[in-house]
C-alpha cells in the first residue's frame, strides 16, 4: 500500500517556528501573531496529485501540485515570494525544493505512527512541526 497523506490534521508542536519566519524575512509584528497560531491542514491526496490547504485564524495557504512536475509557486500571504518548486518521493517521505531567492529552501513531509510530520528549511533553520488526526 502506497502512503496516504489524506486527512485533516491538526498541529501539536511547532519546533523553531520563530527561526525559520526569521530566515524568510518575516517582520516582527508578524511574527508574534503567527507563532500562537495552531494551523490546521486539510489533505487530499489522489496518487501522486495533492491539495494541501493549511489554515488559520490569520492566513490560509493552498498548495495543489503533482509529484515529479515542477510548478511555480507563489508564497502569497506567507513570505510573497516567487519560486520554482518540485516535490518528489525518496523513499514514503514527500521532499519539497523551493528554488528562488532564499538557499535551501523547501519541506519534507512524512507519517510517522499516527502523526503526520512536517520539517520546514530555509537558509540554515529548520523547523518541525507534528500534526495529529483531527
Ligand atoms: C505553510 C508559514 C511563515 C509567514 C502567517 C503564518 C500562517 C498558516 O508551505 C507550507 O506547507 C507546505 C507543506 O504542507 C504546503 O504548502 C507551510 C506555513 C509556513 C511561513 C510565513 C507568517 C504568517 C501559517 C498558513
Redesign the pocket.
Known amino acids: 500500500m502506497p502512503v496516504d497523506f489524506s486527512g485533516t490534521w491538526n498541529l501539536v508542536s511547532n519546533d523553531n517556528?520563530e527561526g525559520?519566519?526569521v530566515a524568510?524575512g518575516?517582520d516582527f509584528a508578524?511574527?508574534k501573531?503567527?507563532k500562537m497560531?495552531k494551523?490546521q491542514?486539510v489533505?487530499k491526496q489522489d496518487g501522486d496529485s495533492f491539495y494541501?490547504h493549511?489554515?488559520?485564524t490569520?492566513?490560509?495557504?493552498?498548495?495543489e501540485f503533482k509529484v515529479g512536475e515542477e510548478f511555480d509557486e507563489d508564497?502569497k500571504?506567507?513570505?510573497n515570494r516567487k519560486c520554482k518548486s518540485l516535490v518528489t518521493w525518496e523513499n514514503d517521505k514527500l521532499v519539497?525544493v523551493q528554488t528562488g531567492e532564499k538557499k535551501n529552501r523547501g519541506?519534507t513531509?512524512w507519517l510517522e505512527g499516527d502523526d503526520l510530520h512536517?520539517e520546514?528549511r530555509c537558509e540554515n533553520q529548520v523547523c518541525r512541526q507534528v500534526f495529529k488526526r483531527a
Request: charged fraction near 15%; proline fraction near 3%; charge should be positive.
Open positions: 517556528f525559520y519566519m524568510l518575516i508578524t511574527r501573531v503567527a497560531l494551523p491542514k489533505i494541501i493549511t489554515t488559520s490569520f492566513r490560509d495557504y493552498l498548495l508564497t500571504g506567507l513570505d519539497c519541506w513531509h512536517l520546514l
